[in-house]
């Protein structure tokens, strides 16, 4: 493809600039490349812009705080996302400066749980297209249909099938908003340049009837696809990509519960490729287990876990943490012993007829469980957590209030300090709320939540609750591995991100602290955990590049900040 402008970058010099061969209308249209107010006199003169815009020369901060003063006006959190959206389809660097400055704010409306309701009101919604859609009517143009993205360097691709979204199920079309927002965080809070990115939607139908009947849909209006040609799909999707971008990192986001995990484990050894709600998941909820463990003073090879909801993140989570109690010392059946997990059928069991493959490693002996209590013909969480007397309680199923007041109680009976997290978005399909989880152990639990929770004032002490969101791991663990151009994303990197992350729990400096750093943090965050994973990368032989060069100064040469550069004339 002809690039539409070259991103250029001096080191030594410190400096950068964009040279393209746009002018006027066109200019103005590329958000990348757009200033709005804040073109140079010479810019307007030598790219046919005299006349466009109006005579004052803003400064960046003069348009965001018209951009905040703008944004501050819609009470509504959806009005606001597509306000913030809009924004960034007109001038990226005004928006990620925007957004940075206020980050706290504006995550949960740019990313979880907000996205959630943009995706259900997509082609209701939709203003104007962004990333690449690849329909299976379409796949014959596939090589096309890349070359026919705005960017020419492409480093990072998130994409989604949307048959899996957050709490909400398949969305069709509508996840292509995911992919945004994850490469909207990879930026944020990992400083990956956004004109290296590339969001996309493999669009192969959905089972959702609303949208099937929608008239306003505007997807492909088709079941979704299923079984071997699904599979080609896929195996051409990678393979299409492995030829245009052959150094890229492919995210997969939000695929239901069976192909995220066939599809990661096809790929992961052939490719650089990492599934955020299998690994991702797994990787933040253990940086926080980790970090509550040495609260408790129980090690975690001792810890009874339960998880309510057994589906892609669920099992994700499960595998990250039996995989961390490997590397301290378990078999791996010691491992998964220290596991309960439960589906829509209650307690999974060696005998159950709807067990997948990827849940067999947790399944319990139906003998051990014989005589335990049933409730409609299952075992329920009630009955495994009465039994089990768990020491985590780990929520992933989208199931609203399922940690009820009984539940909870039961568990705190037992434990000390019980480590309790309702993982699940949007907000309400959270399994409790936090104020009602200090409340039903007296201020003894120790919280992780899915969803944002406004701090708890409980017993005169406000605790903050820590957010178990992916965005604390994933961009620096991208970071990282874009740094050395690693082939794969090994389990020992993953590892290296969670370490680091756990090391950085405020709770380890103040017993009041969250678990987990704030959103405020997330940038300094992940630039430890980059170089943490660069290093792991390294040790485990699968890095490309800067052998001579120490991984801090490669990750500093691929940080992007939100500033304009000057344009230039090729």
Known sequence: ??????????????????????????????????????????????????????????????????????????????????YLYSLHDRNEVLFYNLVSNHLSEMMPIIYTPIVGTAVKQYSHEFRRPRGLY?????????????????????????????????????????????????????????????????????????????????????GWRHERLKGAEYDAFIEQFVATVARHFPDVMLH????????????????????????????????????????????????LSEQRIVIHGAGAAGVGIANEIKSAMQRLGLSEKEAAARFWLLDSNGLIADNSTTLKPFQVVYARDHQEITHWPTHHGKIDLEAVVAQVKPTILIGSSAVAGAFTEKLVREMAKHVDQPIIMPLSNPTERSEASAIDLYEWTNGRALIATGSPFAPVSFNGTVHPIAQCNNALIFPGLGLGTLAVRARLVTDGMIWAACEALSELSPSLKDS???????????????????????????????????????????????????????????
């Open 1 to 82: 493809m002809q690039a539409l402008f070259s991103y250029k970058q001096d080191f030594a010099a410190n400096t950068a600039w964009i040279e393209t061969e746009l002018s006027g209308k066109l200019l103005l249209n590329l958000p990348f490349l757009n200033k709005g107010t804040s073109f140079s006199e010479q810019e307007r003169l030598e790219f046919g812009l005299l006349g466009k815009l109006p005579a004052k020369i803003e400064s960046l901060d003069e348009q965001a705080a018209r951009a905040f003063e703008q944004y501050r006006r819609y009470t509504v959190d959806l009005s606001r996302h597509i």
């Open 134 to 218: 690849i329909s299976y009517p379409d796949r014959a143009h596939m090589d096309e249909i890349i070359a026919n993205r705005t960017h020419s360097d492409i480093d990072l691709i998130v994409a989604t099938d949307g048959s899996g979204v957050l709490g909400i199920g398949d969305q069709g079309v509508g996840a292509i908003d995911i992919p945004i927002a994850k490469l909207m965080v990879y930026t944020l809070c990992g400083g990956i340049n956004p004109c290296k990115t590339l969001p996309v939607m493999l669009d192969v139908g959905t089972d959702n009837k609303l949208l099937l009947d929608d008239p306003l849909y505007v």
């Open 512 to 570: 009041n602290a969250p678990l987990l750093p704030a959103f405020t943090e997330a940038r300094s965050a992940s630039y430890i955990i980059a170089q943490r994973v660069a290093e792991q990368a390294r040790k485990d032989g699968v890095d490309r590049v800067g052998q001579g060069e120490s991984v801090k100064k490669l990750i500093d040469q691929l940080l992007w900040y939100p500033r304009y550069v000057p344009l230039k004339n090729p």
């Open 252 to 299: 997969w986001e939000d695929f239901g519960r069976d192909p995220a995990h066939q599809i990661l484990h096809r790929y992961k050894d052939e490719f650089c490729t990492f599934n955020d709600d299998v690994q991702g998941t797994g990787a933040v909820v253990l940086a926080a287990i980790l970090a509550g463990v040495k609260k408790t003073n129980r090690p």
